[in-house]
Structure formats: structure tokens, C-alpha cells
């Protein structure tokens, strides 16, 4: 083994836990950096590492979705944030729903049990004080990046003002919820009655819709330009779309069956467990930039809501991103300062688990720098392959007339099969090829001295 190389990973959250475990598993001196407590951002409350901050769903569990695929490699590559999830997991249907807090302490508990790996409590504001301290730098501040280490990161990058806005959905009391008014079920059956739907009439549906209209929102600061994230839009912004864009969208009764009528609701909002203790309730995809009071007399709209008491309020957040084809190599370094590598939503990842794999094949490809070795990029027909040539702009033709932006595990990001596959088998052969490809992959870095487990 080399001698150990001084690392410094910056920040605390998914990619960065990731991206430090491991680095300590291949011999490096890790010193991983977390601002909190010394200085929380707007939306972390808890000084444990890996905070969820949108929501406690790590999307679906299932082998034929990529969302599932994804998790299954990183099984593969040990990961610390699938593990830390299957050991606060709470009952979410189809879905890898987390105890927010179990989680972070899980996860804490996981980075702190490493030797030579030390988690120094310290705000990061200059990233070239690192560069002078350490002889590599793995910068994963996620989408909270403060104003000053992204004004900073703008200054090496020679960029400016790139980010767009995520929204955070409210979570309520479960003492608070009306039963009599909801019923607990999953849609089209899968996954037992893990949710509670609170259905809404038709008319109960057009006036909540024009009350989410004509609310009082938070408005973006004047100087930045408010571009939501396609998959995680705010409620109000789906509600202008049109009439009926919450009923097909984030309020639609597909697959729901109201046992007292018999029928489908007209509409439904649906509650998803938040904590084991079954005390809280989050609103599923009801993130919203509304103002606290606004929140309140929208939710009180609902009639299993009428006497919710709110939690946790809605809110946005800036989420910073770098134009990464332009600015990283392949193994997701700075072009103009190669001892810098980007991990998680600043590549241009979006999504907890494609954020804590974007970290775990950054330490990867920091790990091969120390060692002095090259190691292949990811096999594109894996999800870790797939979201890699998204971030190098592969799949991105003509950048010049569109700009590049952030990018969640989906099926539109693999090659076609080279072989015809029948629809219904496709997503079984993706999931094997997948796996398949990325057991070859890490039996490669393996040979180049890398230690990783296959599990």
C-alpha cells in the first residue's frame, strides 16, 4: 500500500460521507469537514451528518425501477448511506422511506468508527486555505452550499449565479390528522397501507387549487433567478399549469380506492410516515414556497387536515451546481485545479442516492490519484455509468443551445440494448446487465489495488 495522502473532504452530507468512507478504506489520512454546529444553514436543524432535508424517501426499492438498480450497486460498493437507510427504514410502500433522525445518527455513527478518518466541526469559506493544507480536496457541500464557499468555488470555476431552487414539503402531527376523513392504503395495492390518503371532492380540489394560486409565496432573492428542479417543483407552480395539473400529477387518485364508497376519490393527498414513533406525518410531493400562514389556511382546505398542526413548514432552498462537462475531467476534477474533485448535486446530481453515489465514485477516482493508478470510468449500461455520462455531457448534444442541468436516475440515461428485448422483460435485463457490468467494474479496480467489497 502507498503511504497515506492527507485528504480533506468538505462537507458532511451524503456525497461527502460516501466519498470519505471511502477514501479511508484505501489507506488515506481523511479529515472530513462539517460546519454544523458551529453554523447551521436555513433548512438543517440536526448536527448529525447526512441530514435529509427535502424529504425522508429515498425513492423505490424495486429491482425493475432504476431507482432500485441504483441501490443494489451500491450495495456492491458498501455503501454507508444505503446501510444507514435499511437500518432506520420505515414503512413506505414500494419506497426506501428513513426516520430522518435514525438515519443521520446511523450514518454519524458509521463515519465515526473509522480510524485515521477525524470530523472536524469547522465552516469551510476558502477553498485554496484547503489546497494549501491538504494535497487533495473533495468538495461535496451539496445543496446548501454557503454563499461564501460558493462565491469562493465561483472564483476558481470562473463561473457565476449557477443553482436552481428546490422546495420542501410540510410535515404535520399524527395526533392532528382526522382518520375518520382518510384511509390508509398503497397505491394499486403494492405495499400494504402504508400511506394515508386524504381524499378531497371535486369541488374541495378546485378551491384548494385557487387558494395555492392566490397564496402569499417567498419569493427567490431579487438578484437570483428562481429555476426549479422539473422533478421536485413546487406545488404552485404545478397548480398554474392548469386545471387539472394537481389531480394528474401529485394529488391523483390513481390506484386508490376509497373503502367506505367503494370508488376512486376525485383527487388525494397522501401522508408518508416521517419517524418510527409514527408521531409525524410528511406530505407527499407537496413541497411548496408558500408562506407559513398561507400553508396553514391551504392545509386546513383538506378535510382530514382541518386540525393538522404543522411540524416542519414548506420551504425553498438554493440548491449550487457547477456546468460540469465544461468544468470536471472524467474522474470529476477540476480542470483548472486537478487536486479538486466536485461530489454529489454540485457535479449536477439530483437525489439522495445519486448524490451519495456521485460521492462514492469520487473517493473512488481520489483514491486511484494517491495510488498512482488508472482505473475505467463506470460501465454506462450501470446506473453509476449512466449518471457519470450525464455529468461528462455525453448525453447532452449541442450544449451550446442547451444549457446543462441537473439530473436524477431515470431509464432515459442507459444505451439501448444491443439485442432486442421484449418490453415486459426489459427492466429484469437491465437489472441484471447492471449488476452484471458493475461486478466486472469493481473486479477491475480491485486489480488496480482499490479495496472494495463485493457484497
Known sequence: MNPAKNVAVVGGGLAGCEAASVLSKNGASVTLFEMKPVRFSAAHKNPDLGELVCSNSLKSARADRPQGVLKDEMRLLGSLVVDAAERSALPGGEALVVDRAKFAAALTKSIEAFEGLEVVRYEVTDLREMLDGFDFVVLATGPLTSDALAANLAGLTGEAGLHFYDAISPIVSAASVDFSRAFRASRHGRGGDDYVNCPLSEDEYHALRLAILDAVKVEPRPFEEARYFEACLPIEIIAARGEMALAYGPLSPAGLRDPVTGRRPFCV?????????????????????????????????????????????????????????????????????????????????????????????????????????????????????ALHRHVKGDLVPGRKKRPYQPMNMNRGLFPEFQERVPKAKAPEVLHQRALGDMKEWIESLRGAGLLLPIR
Open 269 to 385: 393527498l397522501q401522508l408518508r410516515l416521517e419517524n418510527a414513533e409514527g408521531s409525524a406525518f410528511s406530505l407527499v410531493a407537496f413541497q411548496t414556497r408558500m408562506t407559513q400562514g398561507e400553508q396553514q389556511r391551504a392545509l386546513k382546505m383538506v378535510p382530514a387536515l382541518r386540525n393538522a398542526e404543522i411540524l416542519r413548514y414548506g420551504s425553498i432552498h438554493r440548491n449550487t451546481f457547477v456546468d460540469a462537462p465544461a468544468q470536471l475531467s472524467a474522474d470529476l476534477s477540476l480542470r483548472k485545479e486537478p487536486r479538486l474533485f466536485l461530489a454529489g448535486v454540485l457535479t449536477g446530481v439530483e437525489g439522495y442516492c445519486e448524490s451519495a453515489a456521485s460521492g462514492i465514485l469520487a473517493g473512488l477516482f481520489a483514491a486511484a490519484r494517491i495510488r498512482g493508478v488508472a482505473i475505467p470510468q463506470p460501465p454506462p449500461t450501470a446506473c453509476l455509468g
